[in-house]
């Protein structure tokens, strides 16, 4: 199983409201990450978390937490986002770094 | 400072021609190379990579590219393209923070439309 998945596909939230994205892999590996992708750019880094641990987070602010349960769950929880915020998230795994599994992305539209 | 340019925005060809997108980098060490595409409204899928070896490096969907350590290149390319080649094509390189934490340095994109 070569697949890294994410839920919801889309989502629209107003700027009060409370959300959270999914993104599971069952391929054992240990590191995994998040980015936000604005049309037709390159992703952006956001968080790492290797072996569970948060390893990076690229400034990002802090309206965005994320979650690591376990080694195949990584959760992004979203509270009190801006228009801006809008984009495709992306989550990725990785065995040992030398190249990313991304899933299909949660597509987010803040109201 | 590690960097991936992709000099063209976009790159237009004609179905059953050739197909070229054009990477260059620069790293301080030895580059482990990548080429992602994303078709529209989909993630990202992973096409190939350069990690030692074989300086031409074959892929998915019939992808391969030319790994060129003096010109500092990892051009993709494919000898007859499809309509359905069109898309968003992401070369990138790998950073190293760390362990297992390694970080992909991307290029800006080029947009890849193949004429019917």
């Known amino acids: 199983d070569t697949e890294v998945t994410q839920t919801p596909k889309h989502l629209v939230m107003g700027m009060t409201n409370k959300k959270s994205l999914k993104c599971e892999q069952h391929?054992?590996?240990?590191?995994m990450y998040w980015y936000k992708q604005k049309a037709k750019k390159p992703p952006e880094l956001m968080f790492v978390?290797?072996?569970?641990?948060?390893?990076i987070n690229e400034s990002v602010p802090s309206r965005f937490s994320p979650e690591c349960p376990n080694s195949s769950l990584l959760n992004l929880h979203l509270h009190a986002l801006q228009p801006e915020d809008s984009a495709l998230y992306l989550c990725?795994?990785?065995?040992?770094?030398?190249?990313?599994?991304f899933g299909p992305g949660t597509r987010l539209t803040v109201t | 400072a590690q960097s991936v340019a992709q000099p063209e925005d976009q790159v237009k060809v004609a179905e059953g021609n050739p197909l070229t997108v054009k990477c260059t980098y620069s790293v301080s060490g030895n580059p482990y190379l990548f080429w992602y595409v994303q078709y529209p409204n989909r993630g990202l899928q992973f096409l190939l990579k350069?990690?030692?070896?074989d300086n031409l490096v074959k892929g998915s969907y019939g992808f391969e590219a030319e790994f060129n350590k003096s010109q500092t290149s990892f051009h993709l390319k494919k000898p007859s393209a499809l309509v359905s080649d069109s898309a968003l094509y992401f070369c990138a390189v790998r950073d190293i923070k760390g362990l297992a934490n390694y970080q992909l340095i991307w290029g800006a994109g080029t947009k890849v439309i193949i004429k019917p």
């Open positions: 391929m054992g590996h240990r590191a």
């Open positions: 978390y290797s072996y569970e641990k948060l390893s």
């Open positions: 350069y990690i030692t070896g």
């Open positions: 990725a795994s990785s065995q040992d770094g030398r190249w990313q599994y």
